[in-house]
C-alpha cells in the first residue's frame, strides 16, 4: 500500500476478551475495556499512553464513541471504520498511517459482541434490500452457499473438500483451551449435520459466540522498548468488491485477489514465505477461495488442496490454528481475532498448536458477504 | 434537478403491469442492475430504462432449510440481456434447479399488499 513503510508499525500487545458464552448484562463495550486491559498488560503501556482508538461493533452505533467515554480518554486519532469482520485489518492499516504522520502514538484497536448472549436478531439490526430481501435468502450464510455452488459447478469442489475445512479447524480447535467447541469432528458428521443452505450444514458454518478483543499497535521504535517482542506489520492491503451477493463480480474469484497482491508487495514477500495463514472462515468455502486467491494454491484447486488434513495440525500448511471461526469462537466481527492468533504464533505462545519456526503470518480479514478484503502480513524481528 | 421518481420506484411500476426493468448505461454500453441514479461503470447519468425478455439461466442456487416451513430456492439468474439478480426459481423442487436452467421470468404478487417481485419458472424444452 502506497504510503505505509514496511515494517514501520507493530503489534506490540494481543488480548482476547471473555469469549463463548460471557456473563449476563455484559455489553459488546465491557468485553472491549476488558481486551484493552488485557492487551496493555500484555506489553506494559497503560491506558494513559493511549492516544489512538479504533473499534467496530454491530451493537453500538456510535462505537468509538461509547469506548472513549468508557475509558475516559478524549483520543488525538480515532476511527470506527465498518466494513463487517475485515474492519480491524484496515483498522491496522489506518492506525500505521496515522502513526506515521505522528497524529497518534499509541493505538488500540477493539471490539466486542454478545450476539449469542443477546441472539443475533438483536445483535445485527436487519436490513432491507429490496433486489434480495423478497427471495428470502438466509443472509449470510446464502450468499456464500450461492458462491460455494459457482466453484462446485466450474471445478467441481465436492462437499467432502467443504467439510475437510471444518474438520481442520476441529482438529486446530482441540488443541486450544478456550475454543468453543470441544468433541472430535468427521467429514461425516459435517455432511450429516442440519441443513441450512444447500451445500452448508451447520457444520459448514461459523459458530454464534460472544467474544471480543484489543490489540495495541504503535511505531517500530517505540515498539523495541516494550514487554514482548513486536511483531511487525509488513504489509496491508484492501478491497471492496460489491456489499450484496447479487453484485458480486466473480462468484469463484474475491476481493482477497487485490488485498493479498497489495499486501504482498508492501512486504516483499510471496505465500511461499508465509508460515502460518489466519483465513477468515465464516463458511466453509471461505478458506477454499482465500487460499486461492492469496495464492497457495491456483484458482479451482483450492478444494483438492484442503483434503486430506492438509491444512490441519499434521499438515503442511497451518491454517487457523486457533480453530477458526468454525470451531474457536465467532463473534459476528470475527477479524480481531485473526490478528490476535497470528501475533500469537510470531511470539511462539500458542502451546499445543505452535507452528514451529514461525516468522511470517497472513491474517484475511473478510467482510460482508465475501465483499470487503482486507489482507494484513506480520513478522517478527527476522523479518525486518 | 430534483429527482421525480426514485429508480426503486420506477422498478416496482414496470412489475405492477408484468414487467422485469433494467437500466442500460448509454456510456458504458453495458446493463446496469439493480437500479440506480449513475451508471457504476462510468459514473455517467445517462441511464436509459429497458424491459427485459424475461429470460435467462440460472447462475448460481441454493436450496435454504429454513428452521420452520419447506425449503426453499434462492438463486442469482442471468438475464440474457447480461444483467444478473436475485430471485426464486419455483414450479420445480429447489434442489432440483441446476446452474445453467434456461429460465423464464413472471411477476409473484404477494398477498397482505407487500410489492412484487420476479421469479423464475423453467422453460419448456424447445
Partial sequence: MDGLVRGGAAVVGVAESDLGQVAQGLSPIDLMAQGIDRALADCGLALKDVDGLFCAATQSRLSVLALSEYLGIDPSFLGSTIVGGSSFEYHVAHAMVAIAAGLCQVAVIAYGSTQRSVGRRQASAREINPYETPFKPFLPASAYALAASRHMHEFGTTREQLAAVAVAARDWALLNPVAWEKTPLTIADVLAARMVSYPFTVRDCCLVTDGGGAIVVTSAERARSLKKPPVYVLGCGQSVTHASISSMPDLTVTGALKSGRTAYEMAGLGPVDVDVAELYDAFTINTILFLEDLGFCKKGEGGAFVAGGRIGPKGSLAVNTNGGGLSYCHPGMYGLLLLIEAVRQLRGECGARQVEGCDVAIAHGNGGVLSSQATVILGTQATV | ?126
Avoid at chain 2, 421518481?5 to 422498478?11: N, R, T
Fill in chain 2, 1 to 126: 434537478m430534483a429527482i421525480e421518481k426514485s429508480p426503486l420506484q420506477i422498478y416496482l411500476e414496470h412489475l405492477e403491469r408484468g414487467e422485469l426493468a433494467y437500466q442500460f448505461s448509454l456510456d458504458a454500453g453495458r446493463p446496469v442492475f439493480f437500479p440506480r441514479v449513475l451508471c457504476p461503470f462510468t459514473g455517467s447519468t445517462r441511464l436509459e430504462w429497458r424491459i427485459s425478455s424475461g429470460q435467462g439461466s440460472v447462475h448460481a442456487t441454493t436450496t435454504v432449510h429454513p428452521p420452520e416451513g419447506p425449503p426453499y430456492n434462492v438463486a442469482l439468474i442471468d438475464c440474457d440481456e447480461g444483467f444478473r439478480l436475485m430471485s426464486r426459481v419455483v414450479d420445480v423442487a429447489p434442489e432440483l434447479v441446476g446452474i445453467g436452467m434456461r429460465v423464464s421470468m413472471r411477476v409473484h404478487r404477494p398477498c397482505g399488499g407487500d410489492a412484487p417481485y420476479p421469479v423464475f419458472a423453467p422453460m419448456e424444452r424447445a
